[in-house]
């Protein structure tokens, strides 16, 4: 396979997964996603936006979530998220210093 190919291909997988949780699977939580899989809808945000800044696109992080959530994020979560319980809380805890804070 080409490389062409390879990137378009890859581009269309990520548009399906970006449908699959900003459209199909709304009721599932970043929390949730965050929790079991160690990356949410906000990391795919933030990837997004680095992928822009290292591309000498500037984006700042509310415009990589814009761009990604398909509106403003304090929409998004006032259309979908709910309050995390406690114990997603806890769990988010050890999750993010396993994912995020050791980068």
């Not at 936006?49 to 929409?75: C, H, L, V, W």
Request: proline share 2%; charged share 35%.
């Amino acid at each position: 396979m080409d490389r062409q190919t390879e990137i378009e291909l890859e581009a269309a997988a990520f548009r399906r997964l970006k449908k699959h949780l900003m459209e199909d699977r709304v009721d599932v939580q970043n929390i949730d996603l965050m929790n079991l899989a160690g990356f949410c809808r906000n990391c795919l945000s933030r990837w997004y936006q680095e992928a822009a800044n290292e591309r000498g696109i500037e984006m700042s992080k509310e415009d990589g979530r814009t761009a990604f959530y398909g509106m403003p994020y304090d929409e998004w979560k006032a259309r979908h998220q709910a309050e995390a319980t406690p114990e997603q809380k806890a769990a988010f805890d050890t999750s993010f210093r396993e994912n995020v804070e050791k980068r």
